[in-house]
């Protein structure tokens, strides 16, 4: 009886070539990753991220004209300054967020606004911004609740990663990421594109002018963008990429800018069991500062 065996063909032409210039990132360059961006960011990359660091900072490498990640790596470690720094933190952060993400939140969002008369001088900081959906959704509540009086509420909109930054800036988005935006407000704060721009949305340009962006790397020892208490901190989704120290590092930052009294959201993953000294439970994982 004949045994079947699988033909292995060397790849032709242009796509060996490829193959053979494809950077390998080494098991020692992973680990080098892992503590160059905890390090940077606090971000915990586990084991089961290589691919994915792989495949993003190739990119870099390729854009660069290095050959090897040992390379790229020696040039960070050779200069805290490099502006390529920035880029490794882009290509090694995940932002996943969506317009009225956690509906429930933005509903006791309401409530507290309208429950408060000083509320038109708050101070809200969305501290992981990504592309600006949770920003604009923050403004447009505050609008819906204050009209008028919403323009002397002072809305921040944060993140490590500039790339996300420079898209929440513009304020354009596909059709697809409005989906889940009641009617309303779709035509009370969107603009639908004409021609090229057909498929795509702008958030009305007077809301836009209610939100500052910024980057805060929320691991690093000094937020020199926070100088005022802030009323309200969403820090949503955020917590489960650092590690346990990272987190409570930040949590006590957190504590620190909040007023007494001001209310801290967090993604529905996350809880505050270790904190509870400085934070109350106020709702589903929205908590008071004592």
Same mark, same amino acid.
């Given at each position: 009886?004949?045994?079947?065996?699988?033909?292995?063909?060397?790849?032709?032409?242009?796509?060996?070539?490829g193959?053979?210039q494809?950077?390998?990132?080494q098991?020692?360059?992973?680990?080098?990753?892992?503590? =160059?961006?905890?390090?940077?960011?606090?971000?915990?990359?586990?084991d $089961?991220?290589?691919? =994915?660091?792989?495949?993003?900072?190739?990119?870099?490498?390729?854009?660069?004209?290095?050959?090897?990640?040992? #390379?790229?790596l020696?040039?960070l470690?050779?200069?805290?300054?490099?502006?390529?720094?920035?880029?490794?933190?882009?290509?090694?952060t995940?932002? &996943?967020?969506a317009?009225?993400?956690?509906?429930?939140?933005?509903?006791?969002l309401?409530?507290?606004?309208?429950?408060?008369?000083?509320?038109?001088? *708050?101070r809200? *900081?969305?501290?992981?911004?990504?592309?600006?959906?949770?920003?604009?959704?923050?403004? =447009?509540?505050?609008?819906?609740v204050?009209?008028?009086?919403?323009?002397?509420?002072r809305?921040? $909109?944060?993140d490590?990663?500039?790339?996300?930054?420079?898209?929440?800036?513009?304020?354009?988005?596909?059709?697809?990421?409005?989906?889940?935006?009641?009617v309303? =407000?779709?035509?009370?704060?969107?603009?639908?594109?004409?021609?090229?721009?057909?498929?795509?949305?702008?958030?009305?340009? *007077?809301?836009?002018?209610?939100?500052? /962006?910024?980057?805060?790397?929320?691991?690093?020892?000094? *937020?020199e #963008?926070?100088?005022?208490?802030?009323?309200?901190? /969403?820090?949503?989704?955020?917590?489960?990429?650092?590690?346990?120290?990272?987190?409570?590092?930040?949590?006590?930052r957190?504590?620190?800018?909040l007023?007494?009294? $001001?209310?801290?959201?967090? $993604?529905?993953?996350?809880?505050?069991?270790?904190? &509870?000294?400085?934070?109350?439970?106020?709702?589903r994982?929205?908590?008071?500062?004592?």
């Amino acid at each position: 009886m004949r045994t079947s065996r699988s033909l292995q063909v060397p790849p032709l032409g242009d796509e060996a070539a490829g193959a053979a210039q494809l950077p390998v990132l080494q098991p020692h360059d992973f680990a080098r990753v892992q503590a =160059m961006i905890h390090a940077r960011a606090g971000i915990h990359l586990h084991d $089961g991220k290589r691919a =994915m660091v792989h495949n993003r900072l190739a990119r870099r490498l390729k854009a660069l004209g290095l050959a090897q990640f040992d #390379a790229y790596l020696d040039r960070l470690q050779a200069d805290a300054h490099d502006a390529e720094w920035q880029a490794f933190t882009d290509a090694l952060t995940t932002n &996943l967020t969506a317009f009225l993400r956690e509906p429930h939140h933005f509903a006791l969002l309401r409530e507290l606004l309208a429950g408060d008369a000083s509320a038109p001088s *708050w101070r809200i *900081w969305s501290c992981a911004a990504a592309s600006g959906e949770e920003v604009y959704s923050i403004a =447009m509540t505050v609008d819906q609740v204050l009209g008028a009086r919403a323009d002397s509420v002072r809305i921040l $909109g944060s993140d490590v990663n500039s790339q996300v930054l420079a898209v929440a800036r513009r304020a354009e988005y596909a059709m697809a990421r409005v989906r889940d935006v009641p009617v309303d =407000m779709l035509k009370t704060y969107f603009q639908r594109g004409k021609g090229a721009q057909q498929g795509r949305v702008r958030i009305q340009p *007077w809301l836009v002018e209610r939100v500052r /962006f910024c980057t805060v790397n929320l691991a690093s020892p000094r *937020w020199e #963008a926070i100088a005022q208490p802030q009323d309200v901190v /969403f820090c949503r989704n955020v917590l489960i990429y650092f590690d346990a120290d990272t987190q409570d590092r930040v949590v006590r930052r957190l504590a620190q800018v909040l007023r007494p009294g $001001g209310f801290l959201f967090m $993604g529905h993953a996350e809880h505050l069991s270790r904190h &509870l000294d400085v934070f109350e439970p106020f709702a589903r994982t929205v908590y008071v500062r004592r």
